[in-house]
């Protein structure tokens, strides 16, 4: 699609319907008023979600677009209106499959227990921004450090003395040491047997 093309065609709801259709992103080439038209940004979603940056602020406030947008593309939720970033519907939507989204949820979605669980079962240190009672429950601080043991940094000073979690903490230590060992340590060995061999000769 030729862009200049495109740009002298901004207003022609047709010609913009078939380029958002081929590839979403060019509504952010579309007018104003096709920005904010539901048919228009709903075609470029269901062809790209990050479309959703492009569409007007009064479909960033419509939840149907927002959900649409973020099924494509779940960190897209951080475009929709500070209306929607209180919605649970649409924040669960988000973390379930991206739990940075955390980061702009509403103050009480970041103390909901279901919602925070779901954001660090796939981003541990999301935890950071969750309250400060959910960073205090042994649970979620369990999810967290198993998925990335960073989040120990941002648990409650009662959880980072609690030995279960210390526990957990050197699991992660050992394993990785493990693995390290597995992949280099022993490819390291196979070299320096292979030079000594080369020395002997």
Known sequence: MDIEELKHNSN???????????????????????????????????????????AS???????????????????????????????????????????????????????????VKFAVSNKGLIIKYASFRLRDDKEIAEIAVKQNKEAYHFLSQRLKEDEDIKILI????????????TYFGKIYEKEIKWKNYLLDY
């Open 12 to 54: 022609d709801k047709e010609f913009v319907l078939k380029a958002v259709s081929e590839e979403g992103k060019l509504l952010d080439y579309a007018s104003e008023e096709l920005k904010n038209d539901i048919d228009v940004v709903r075609t470029a979603l269901e062809q790209d979600g990050e479309a959703l940056e492009f």
């Open 170 to 181: 050197s699991w992660s230590i050992e394993k990785r040491f493990y693995v390290w060992y």
């Open 57 to 115: 602020n009064s479909l960033k406030d419509n939840k149907e677009i927002v959900m649409l947008g973020i099924e494509k593309a779940p960190w897209t939720a951080c475009y929709a209106s500070e209306r929607l970033k209180a919605d649970r519907d649409v924040i669960k939507k988000s973390v379930e499959k991206y739990g940075q989204t955390l980061y702009y949820a509403s103050e009480e979605l970041r103390d909901d227990d279901e919602i």
